[in-house]
Nanobody, 121 residues
Framework: QVQLVESGGGLVQAGGSLRLSCAAS????????MGWSRQAPGKEREFVAR????????YYADSVLGRFTISKDNSKNTVYLQMNSLKPEDTAVYFC??????????????WGHGTQVTVSS
């Protein structure tokens, strides 16, 4: 079993920044990729960003490209999401996810419980 613990959410004014963190822990696991998704009230969960663990390739949703940056610290099994120029439409619960199976398509087998990000106008 792998546990994912997110932190760093909160309330920020439009134009501000937040940095989310997600630490993976457990016994004897390998990470292949980690990512972030978000779910706003009344909407479906949507992809935000993804990073592969060995090569460090990154992928972003069009809505956050140029504003958000995903990064990782292999030694800490931690993924980060730096969010700049935040907009009210970025308000959502942000979920961290991990792929420990090496899926050939972007999929995850572990999810965190989520952290709330609220952007006021």
């Amino acid at each position: 079993q792998v546990q994912l613990v997110e932190s760093g959410g909160g309330l920020v004014q439009a134009g501000g920044s937040l940095r989310l963190s997600c630490a993976a822990s457990g016994r004897s696991f390998s990470l292949y990729a980690m990512g972030w998704s978000r779910q706003a009230p009344g909407k479906e969960r949507e992809f935000v960003a993804r990073i592969t663990w060995n090569g460090g390739s990154t992928y972003y949703a069009d809505s956050v490209l140029g504003r958000f940056t995903i990064s990782k610290d292999n030694s800490k099994n931690t993924v980060y999401l730096q969010m700049n120029s935040l907009k009210p439409e970025d308000t959502a619960v942000y979920f961290c996810a991990a792929d420990t199976r090496g899926y050939t398509s972007p999929m995850y087998n572990y999810w965190g419980h989520g952290t709330q990000v609220t952007v006021s106008s």
